[in-house]
């Protein structure tokens, strides 16, 4: 089964900050890597997908990055709707998997 | 508008099977794999696994050998059958469906149901 490496598992930011959650696979997923947000009691929210590919009405500030093994999801300034849990998880091969989560928290 | 809502009981007894229901609205029922993933509390996703309207299903092996997935193409549903259930299997369940450019079932999601939220008791 592939195993998705998330890190950091929490991060402390201020508004206006840009951040970096980054995610490794245990083997090549040849950018089959989405991500997701996921705010308490809400289903998660594809932000990414193909590694790269911004989800639709997703905001500009938002964007993914990787190959091979190694992928990062980046919020370029932070605004106070986007501290929430983050996750990455591989669709390159099942059992599909996601990544441990990365909870965003308000410094 | 795509929307998918989950339904069945909140409380299980353990060793008693889970069940619950996905109805689906909006859409095109047949060009999905209709798929179940489900959070423990405080923790992360587990893809348990998808059904697409012929029957064909793909299962997580963890749970293989206690999931049964059926579909109901003339309601729009499609259903999640859990056996054994113990206290690890306490979790929000959700139904998903795949982006729209994915073909297959091995894909990232964009339409999720509210959840819910299955509680196993002893």
């Known amino acids: 089964d592939m195993q998705m490496t998330q890190s950091p598992s929490s991060l402390s930011a201020s508004v206006g900050d840009r951040v970096t959650i980054t995610c490794r696979a245990s083997h090549d997923i040849i950018n089959s890597l989405s991500w997701y947000q996921q705010k308490p009691g809400k289903a998660p929210k594809v932000l990414v997908y193909?590694?790269?590919r911004l989800e639709s009405g997703v905001p500009s500030r938002f964007s993914g990055s990787g190959s091979g093994t190694v992928y990062t999801l980046t919020i370029s300034s932070l605004q106070p709707e986007d501290f929430a849990t983050y996750y990455c998880q591989q669709y390159y091969s099942a059992p599909l998997s996601f990544g441990q989560g990365t909870k965003l928290e308000i410094k | 508008q795509v929307q998918l809502q989950e339904s069945g009981p909140g409380l299980v007894k353990a060793s008693e099977t889970l069940s619950l229901t996905c109805t689906v609205s909006g859409g095109s029922f047949r060009s999905h794999y209709w798929t179940w993933i489900r959070q423990p509390p405080g923790k992360t996703l587990e893809w348990i696994g998808y059904i697409y309207y012929t029957g064909i299903t793909e299962l997580n092996p963890s749970l293989e050998s206690r999931v049964t997935m059926s579909v109901d193409t003339s309601k729009n549903q499609f259903s999640l059958k859990l056996s054994s259930v113990t206290a690890a299997d306490t979790a929000v369940y959700y139904c998903a469906r795949p982006l729209g450019y994915c073909s297959g079932g091995n894909c990232p999601f964009d339409y999720w149901g509210q959840g819910s939220l299955v509680t196993v008791s002893s």
């Open positions: 193909a590694a790269s």
